[in-house]
């Protein structure tokens, strides 16, 4: 085989590594048939801040956005025509990513704005108070 790697019939062939750092394992983040969506976290003084990058959409037509037993979704459509001289391209696909929120996340109360193609979705995350509670021991 000098030194070569052949691909089984019926196997597709491997996505480069460099796909599966960018969108995680297969079926980790996203949903069959759709397209993973890059995002930072930070959670900061009280506050869980996820931004994800969604250039040329539309937020109000082609973003949803929700919150369920903990887990934040987002999901996005694009679709795009461009019109040259000669030819017409079109864009489009379906993108999502879901992601665990922290412990005492309020999603209920979550905001999210849009700009310049960021979409930034703010949740409050009030800090826990941990505080020592002695419990009485009766004696029977």
């Known amino acids: 085989m000098s030194g070569m790697i052949e691909r089984l019939p019926g196997w597709p062939a491997l ?35 996820l931004r994800a990058e969604l250039p040329g959409l539309d937020p109000t037509k082609d973003v949803e956005i929700t919150v369920t037993e903990g887990v934040l979704t987002l999901r996005a459509e694009r679709s795009e ?27 209920d109360e979550a905001t999210a704005e849009y700009k310049d193609g960021v979409l930034i979705i703010t949740i409050p995350v009030p800090e826990a108070k941990t505080g020592t509670r002695t419990i009485p021991v009766r004696h029977v």
């Open 81 to 107: 025509e461009t019109t040259e001289k000669h030819r017409t391209e079109f864009r489009y696909g379906t993108f999502t990513r879901s992601v665990r929120l922290p412990a005492g996340a309020r999603g």
């Open 15 to 49: 996505p480069d590594l460099f796909g599966w750092v960018e969108a995680g394992l297969p079926g980790v983040h996203t949903a069959p048939g759709t397209h993973g969506i890059r995002v930072e976290e930070r959670l900061t003084e009280g506050t869980y801040v």
